[in-house]
């Protein structure tokens, strides 16, 4: 009787660890065949864990969501665990570098940052710049706006600290970084959210606007779009979804508790 009463009390804890039906434990085991990431865990990985954990977070219940900022040079790393529908702030780090100007990338070789709603679609252990996270740049929103033009690719958060249209966050932060999406897509997250905005859409920002962009309404209308999908995530640190209509327009629709 002791023996079962124990069986059915371990069962009953493993029951209730969350974990994801399409977890990959593969996915770590063949990031850590190069030695990037090999030294980004070696150094890494207990303060990572201690942030979590800081965070009531565990690392294989991990869900991640980035956030970048061009005017403040600023990427925010958010957390939660897969089950609660609200995220918490993790760590923000400054950009190491920038190029262009406040406004949405249209062309290939135009040095701008890219401004929208995105996602991850890349891990590179092997990049120029140390390591380095892909963006699905150019998505059909960018596609419109760039018309007949060329809109270029190869969009990066990555290290160092020179960039040309890319987010670099230096060598010591990108291993915190590629580590956190790392374990993320291990444990079953396959699609890490990665929205850019110009600039924090306070409303100083919003009254603003129209007196410091007064001959670009298509900006303005632009920035207007986006500032819907920033005050979504605002009102409650829940992710909207985010879809793109046929005029190249973001649609948001709220994320129910």
């Known amino acids: 009787m002791v023996r079962l009463v124990l069986f059915s009390m371990v069962f009953c804890m493993l029951a209730h660890i969350p974990r994801s039906v399409h977890a990959s434990p593969q996915f770590r085991l063949e990031q850590k065949k190069f030695p990037r990431v090999r030294t980004a865990y070696a150094e890494k990985e207990k303060l990572l864990q201690q942030m979590l954990g800081q965070k009531e977070i565990h690392s294989f219940d991990l869900e991640l969501y980035l956030r970048a900022f061009k005017?403040?040079?600023?990427?925010?790393?958010?957390?939660?665990?897969k089950n609660d529908p609200r995220f918490v702030l993790l760590v923000s780090y400054p950009f190491s570098g920038y190029s262009g100007k406040l406004g949405p990338k249209k062309q290939q070789g135009d040095g701008q940052v890219p401004e929208g709603f995105y996602k991850v679609d890349r891990f590179n252990p092997?990049?120029?710049?140390?390591?380095?996270?892909?963006?699905?740049y150019p998505n059909r929103?960018?596609?419109?706006?760039?018309?007949?033009?060329?809109?270029?690719?190869?969009?990066?958060?990555?290290g160092n600290q020179v960039t040309i249209g890319c987010i670099p966050i230096s060598d010591d932060k990108i291993k915190e970084l590629y580590l956190l999406a790392v374990e993320a897509r291990t444990h079953g997250?396959?699609?890490?959210?990665?929205h850019i905005f110009p600039f924090r859409f306070t409303a100083d920002w919003l009254l603003r606007l129209p007196q410091s962009y007064a001959e670009n309404n298509d900006l303005i209308d632009f920035w207007k779009n986006l500032a819907q999908g920033f005050s979504l995530f605002e009102a409650g640190h829940q992710l909207p979804r985010v879809t793109i209509t046929a005029e190249g327009h973001y649609q948001f629709q709220s994320t129910p508790d």
């Open 141 to 158: 929103a960018d596609r419109k706006r760039a018309g007949t033009n060329n809109p270029g690719g190869d969009i990066f958060i990555h």
């Open 71 to 81: 005017a403040e040079q600023i990427l925010e790393v958010w957390g939660k665990p």
């Open 189 to 194: 997250q396959k699609t890490i959210p990665v």
């Open 126 to 136: 092997e990049s120029n710049f140390y390591l380095s996270l892909g963006l699905d």
